[in-house]
């Protein structure tokens, strides 16, 4: 493999992880980092003192980075949710491969010229939707490409996750619909269980990313903390090849459970999780069960896209095309919903934990999963505090507004 050159923009937050990835590939010799660029150092002292001993330059403006660097093979974009879009297409205009942060996009719009201008730039664009990288994963588009379980009908995922107060205070941007005059839309779908309802859609296509796409996407979005954004949701979506879509996620729970995906067909059922598991009941074949080790998900993105730089013949798992269903569907459930709902009291109760506290939905919690298995939306479960909604159309949509009933 190639040793190949690397700058990033951004080692706050997420970053700092993509950083910590991009050092152990440098001691592997694999990596080179030549550049970052950080307006607030002095919040990541400890970071920025890493990469200036393994050799990299330090920039203000990410700009300037990107002329003084030529050299640099691709450029890593792991800062705020907004600014994706201009960074990423700053950097294939100038000529760079991309690794930008999930989710790609908030509107599609903005994937859509994202799209345009990695196709004009001849660059490739990996979008860090590491869950698509686990072994298991990998299995699972495999077998179900080869008809595992017959013709796919359904997909349900199910996250549920406990998010404190503090969560939603990291960031000015954190819960926001709106941040400074740009769609954040953070919540449920676009960000925390963001990997959740990419590898879902996936699914639904085998791996090809067109037959993923939503006709219509029918979705509940609700909040138990006082956020603009969502911290409940529940999705249905009808994909242009007929699969249905089932989504369940919601971080007011007492834990984190890991997450899953089932995949019913007509020969037979495939169960993944986010444990690198895999299991496969098949009419009339053997059970296939896999579980594999705990694996460093970023560092296989990386080393997927050096593959294909390397023209191996490997595909990127996670293309930026491939992530516009998610995007669609992400703006399609805002448009479904119209509103984020309040989930008051006495649905939901508030403790104290350390320093903070946090907001839990018990009933939720309880019968969410029974919900999932019938495939039923949270207000036809029904739950008191549910409204029901109506599906939105895809055909033809290329334009995200905020509903007034968020506005």
């Not at 879009?85 to 950097?91: L, Y």
């Not at 799209?115 to 490739?124: K, V």
């Not at 309880?366 to 298995?373: C, N």
């Amino acid at each position: 493999m190639n040793n190949y050159r690397a700058a990033i923009v951004g080692i706050g937050g997420f970053g700092f992880y993509h950083v910590k990835t991009m050092l152990g590939l440098a001691g592997e010799g694999l990596l080179d980092i030549v550049a970052f660029a950080e307006l607030n150092i002095g919040a990541y002292r400890e970071t920025y003192d890493a990469l200036t001993a393994s050799g990299a330059k330090h920039y203000i403006d990410y700009e300037e980075m990107l002329g003084a660097h030529p050299e640099a093979d691709f450029v890593v974009i792991a800062t705020p949710i907004a600014t994706h879009k201009p960074m990423c297409i700053r950097a294939l205009r100038s000529g760079f491969h991309v690794i930008v942060e999930k989710p790609p996009a908030v509107t599609v719009q903005d994937i859509d010229e994202m799209i345009a201008a990695q196709r004009e730039s001849g660059r490739l664009c990996q979008v860090n939707f590491q869950n698509t990288s686990g072994t298991a994963f990998r299995q699972l588009l495999d077998r179900l490409n080869a008809g595992a379980i017959g013709r796919i009908t359904d997909v349900t995922g199910v996250g549920m996750w406990k998010r404190q107060r503090s969560y939603y205070e990291r960031t000015r941007w954190a819960g926001k619909l709106v941040c400074d005059g740009q769609f954040v839309l953070d919540g449920t779908i676009n960000n925390p269980f963001a990997h959740l309802m990419h590898n879902c859609l996936l699914a639904a296509g085998s791996g090809d990313a067109a037959a993923s796409a939503p006709d219509w996407v029918q979705a509940e979005l609700y909040h138990a903390n006082e956020i603009e954004g969502d911290d409940v949701s529940c999705v249905r979506i009808g994909t242009v090849r007929g699969v249905n879509v089932h989504f369940y996620a919601m971080l007011c729970h007492e834990r984190n459970d890991a997450p899953s995906i089932s995949i019913q067909g007509t020969e037979g059922e495939a169960l993944w999780h986010y444990d690198n598991r895999l299991e496969i009941r098949s009419a009339g074949k053997p059970e296939y069960t896999f579980q594999g080790e705990s694996e460093n998900l970023m560092r296989n993105m990386y080393l997927n896209l050096f593959r294909v730089l390397d023209g191996t013949g490997e595909s990127l798992y996670s293309p930026l095309e491939a992530c516009r269903s998610f995007v669609a569907v992400s703006n399609g459930a805002h448009q479904s919903s119209w509103a984020v709902r309040p989930i008051g009291e006495p649905y939901r109760i508030e403790r104290e934990e350390g320093q903070t506290t946090v907001r839990l939905v018990p009933g939720l919690s309880e019968q969410i999963r029974d919900a999932a298995e019938q495939r039923k939306l949270f207000s036809e479960y029904p739950f008191p505090w549910a409204t029901s909604t109506s599906p939105f159309r895809m055909e033809g949509y290329t334009r995200f507004e905020l509903p007034r009933g968020m506005a």
